[in-house]
């Protein structure tokens, strides 16, 4: 059996705060030097948990991540660019089992190691869900679609919960098409509406505790899990043309507001879903109407 554990080098003191996209000083402003985060979520130097990661270690912090089996070369790849990545474990959120993984072997390592930070970056939906028209898809993708890409976060809530350092913060990426249609988004539309629906619950839940959980809603992004949406291009365009911003969001943008909600300055916001959408979501009639 392959052996799943790999600690890398520790060299917090790389993730400077001089390069942090906030400026000269941005990490020690945003107070999260020596932190640790949790991250899930990262399969390619296109994931925008990879850009979270990114700048949680610009502004100090210690990551370890967790990766799905199939991306593993690709992760591994990954860790010699930033020196903050302590450790790897496997992790499937898609069942209990597979979820409590990822934990029993940091916590064999690291006893008693505690997490500020928690990024769930993670959305799945098979295939047929995006193939079939909504009325035809099956339980079993439907089915697949929810647990992965909505009832994780409960999952990954339970078993973090006894490793989370006071005042934690967890952060996940839903998508607009939960409360708008959108084409083709299909399931994935019932899946973001029910993990917006777990963000409130369970901020509600870990909330007396000090704990905070929020939802960034990103704009689109050409990522691989975006690459299996059809006509995503033709979303770009769209979204490029009459946002207000006039422009597409990359991945640093949604760093940027991760770093803040990860951050004390962010200390009053929980339950919260916020849009990182260059202002798409404010519109109802696009300006191109009139062309
Ligand atoms: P990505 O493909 O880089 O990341 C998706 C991640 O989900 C991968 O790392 C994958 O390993 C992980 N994952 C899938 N099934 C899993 C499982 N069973 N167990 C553990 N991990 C699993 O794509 P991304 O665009 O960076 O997606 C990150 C999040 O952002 C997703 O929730 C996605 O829905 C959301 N989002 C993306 C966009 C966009 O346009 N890219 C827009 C809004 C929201």
């Not at 028209?133 to 439907?142: A, K």
Request: glycine share 8%; net charge negative; hydrophobic share 45%.
């Amino acid at each position: 059996m392959m052996h799943m554990v790999h600690r890398v080098g520790k060299g917090l003191e790389a993730g400077v705060a001089g390069e942090s996209m906030l400026g000269g000083t941005g990490g020690f402003m945003l107070e999260l030097e020596g932190k640790t985060a949790l991250v899930f979520g990262v399969a390619s130097e296109e994931s925008i948990a990879w850009a979270i990661c990114e700048q949680l270690a610009a502004a100090g912090c210690k990551l370890i991540l967790g990766f799905q089996k199939r991306f593993m070369s690709r992760v591994f790849q990954l860790k010699e660019k930033l020196d903050a990545i302590e450790a790897f474990y496997p992790i499937d959120v898609s069942t209990n089992e597979l979820t409590a993984e990822f934990f029993t072997e940091w916590q064999a390592e690291s006893h008693g190691a505690k997490a500020d930070i928690v990024i769930h970056a993670i959305g799945f939906a098979p295939q047929e869900c995006f193939d079939r028209p909504i009325l035809f898809v099956e339980n079993e993708p439907i089915n697949a679609a929810m647990t992965v890409s909505a009832h994780s976060l409960q999952r990954l809530m339970r078993h973090a919960l006894p490793h989370l350092a006071p005042n934690s913060s967890t952060i996940t990426l839903t998508y607009a098409a939960s409360t708008r249609w959108v084409p083709n988004y299909g399931v994935m539309s019932i899946a973001k509406a029910a993990l917006e629906a777990w963000t409130r619950e369970l901020a509600n839940h870990v909330g007396p505790d000090g704990h905070r959980i929020n939802a960034i809603s990103p704009g689109p992004i050409p990522t691989l899990a975006a690459s299996g949406i059809p006509g995503f291009d033709d979303i770009l365009d769209h979204v490029e043309r009459n946002a207000p911003l006039r422009r597409n969001v990359n991945q640093k943008d949604v760093a940027g507001c991760a770093a803040w909600l990860a951050s004390p300055l962010s200390s009053g916001v929980t339950g919260q879903i916020i849009h990182v959408d260059a202002g798409y979501s404010s519109i109802m009639v696009p300006d191109s109407i009139s062309d």
